[in-house]
């Protein structure tokens, strides 16, 4: 694991989301890069996310996309818009629908601890 994805995992496992923010033109992006996916800028600051947002989209997951998941199934994948600006995937409620204001908390899978929103 690469020192961008290794301190983005050390935050979740910390109950943190670090969203990436770019000292050039202000943009704000997650997943974490090494330069901006806007300008191309590497001068970036991670930055803890809120985590209050609104469901954009969801999905429920029935069959697992690798062995290490088909204890979860089925469960609720959510692109939810957070309060930054920034679209993010993660684990969700399965009662959520559209439009739900959500706020982010972690589940635990394995060594992996993955961001999981709930109805705010």
Partial sequence: MDDVAGSFWAACERGELLLQRCQTCESWQCYPRPFCASCGGESLTDVKARGNGHIYSLTEVIRAPTPEFEALV??????????????????????????????LGFCVHGELHLPYFTRR
């Fill in 74 to 103: 089925p469960y609720v994948i959510a692109l939810v818009d957070l309060e930054e600006g920034v679209r993010v995937m993660g684990h969700a409620e399965s009662s959520l629908t559209l439009d739900d204001a959500v706020t």
